[in-house]
């Protein structure tokens, strides 16, 4: 039997990347991002095919993965190739307009990363003339690992320098498997999921109950407004103006303050009656003409974002 669906997936729920978080630029690589990516396969917006190559490859443009050739249990390479690729699907996902070698930057810092917190003792390749390109990609990749303290608490949420991006962009390029293939200014095609009504409404209940889990493990209080917890179980519509005030947050602030506006609003999601949650799904699914929050939130947040909120507002309450 051929690495298949399951296999990918035990990868992406590996507890073990929950000690991943940094970011290359714009891309951020962290186990919400992975869960997201989880969430599409098992909607079936991802498609995972068997293939024939030594390693796993993405395709953007038919939003298929095909595994690498063998049968599982997959080995340490096997299992690192799974996440380089997974943070493919998550640039696509996200619809990254960045370009291709700075998707193999973050993909191979991601692997590398994974690969070491596998194995802590993973030797460094060698250098010099018996070094290859792939040799020195992995060297420059672990030094930088090292160098950010990437998979450790003290290097969680830690943002890449451009410098050290460029450098690890230039260590891609001089492989030729990359390098024949693409340039420094290439852009990367990153067209988003494309995903039937069926796979759709996947996704929104997959969405919710996973924020229902994460929800359970916070203190719902600490980020409530006093008037949010005052009103929970009235017939009130959360006032625009706070609506706006947080997504002007949102829009302006760096990722941690983006972070908070992002479970805040949940939290205000969840805890507005069933009537108010209606209301709002419905201003909020589609941008309404003079409604300046319904615009507002369908220009601030991402595809992947507003998914995320509208299933707030659909989980039974």
Same mark, same amino acid.
């Given at each position: 039997m051929p690495i298949g669906k399951e296999d990918i997936l035990q990868v992406l729920n590996d507890p073990i990347l929950h000690?991943? &978080?940094? &970011?290359?630029?714009g891309i951020q690589i962290n186990s919400d991002e992975y869960d997201e990516v989880a969430d599409y396969i098992e909607a079936g917006g991802v498609t995972i095919k068997p293939g024939n190559d030594k390693v796993a490859n993405y395709y953007a443009e038919i939003d298929t993965l095909e595994t690498k050739a063998g049968e599982p249990p997959m080995d340490l390479n096997a299992r690192t190739n799974v996440l380089h690729e997974c943070t493919h699907i998550a640039a696509d996902i996200n619809e990254y307009a960045i370009r291709r070698a700075t998707d193999e930057a973050a993909a191979y810092l991601a692997q590398i990363t994974y690969l070491l917190l596998l194995d802590p003792n993973t030797p460094k390749p060698p250098m010099g003339r018996a070094a290859t390109p792939v040799d020195n990609l992995m060297r420059v990749g672990m030094d930088l690992v090292e160098k950010y303290k990437l998979g450790d608490p003290a290097g969680y949420n830690r943002s890449i320098s451009p410098g050290d991006i460029d450098d690890?962009?230039?260590?891609?390029?001089r492989?030729?498997?990359?390098?024949?293939k693409f340039n420094k200014t290439t852009?990367?095609?990153?067209?988003?999921?494309?995903? &039937?009504?069926?796979?759709?409404?996947?996704?929104?209940?997959?969405?919710?109950a996973r924020t229902n889990d994460k929800l359970i493990a916070q203190d719902v209080n600490e980020m409530l407004t006093t008037r949010v917890q005052s009103s929970a179980h009235e017939n009130w519509v959360t006032d625009d103006n706070e609506i706006i005030t947080l997504l002007d947050s949102y829009r302006c602030g760096a990722d941690p303050q983006k972070r908070t506006v992002r479970q805040k609003?949940?939290?205000?999601?969840l805890t507005i009656t069933p009537a108010s949650a209606t209301q709002l799904f419905g201003r909020f699914t589609f941008p309404r003409k003079g409604d300046l929050v319904s615009d507002r939130f369908n220009t601030v947040f991402s595809r992947a974002i507003k998914l995320d909120m509208l299933s707030a507002l659909q989980i039974p309450r």
């Open positions: 000690k991943i &978080s940094f &970011s290359v630029g690890m962009e230039n260590a891609v390029l492989d030729p498997h990359y390098g024949n852009r990367l095609i990153a067209n988003g999921i494309k995903l &039937s009504n069926q796979q759709w409404a996947n996704l929104l209940a997959r969405f919710a609003l949940i939290h205000i999601f």
